[in-house]
């Protein structure tokens, strides 16, 4: 079992940054790629970024590509999310989930097992 808390989700306005974590507890993170997903009210849970076991290769949606940063420390099992330039269509319930098979790096959310509880993450223009 792996349990895993989301933070720094909060209001900010279009053009602030935000970093959220997620720190995990029961097991080590370092032989699972790590993900973060967002879903905003009436609409399906997305992909956001994705980081490989090393931290050595990450992937993003193309709507947060050159704004947001997935970066991830296995030696305090936490995972990061800097945000920048955020838009109001980035305004969301934020999710990181840890991967089910270990090695393997994926975008959907099939592809992940364990999942925190969320952090809001909401941008005003």
């Known amino acids: 079992q792996v349990q895993l808390v989301e933070s720094g989700g909060g209001l900010v306005q279009a053009g602030d940054s935000l970093r959220l974590s997620c720190a995990a507890s029961?097991?080590?993170?370092?032989?699972?790629?790590l993900g973060w997903f967002r879903q905003a009210p009436g609409k399906e849970r997305e992909f956001v970024a994705a980081?490989?076991?090393?931290?050595?290769?990450?992937v993003y949606a193309d709507s947060v590509k050159g704004r947001f940063t997935i970066s991830r420390d296995n030696a305090k099992n936490t995972m990061y999310l800097e945000m920048n330039s955020l838009k109001p269509e980035d305004t969301a319930i934020y999710y990181c989930?840890?991967?089910?098979?270990?090695?393997?790096?994926?975008?959907?959310?099939?592809?992940?097992?364990?999942w925190g509880q969320g952090t809001q993450v909401t941008v005003s223009s």
């Open positions: 980081i490989v076991w090393s931290g050595r290769r990450t």
């Open positions: 989930a840890f991967g089910t098979i270990p090695y393997i790096l994926g975008r959907r959310p099939n592809d992940y097992t364990y």
């Open positions: 029961g097991r080590s993170i370092d032989t699972h790629a």
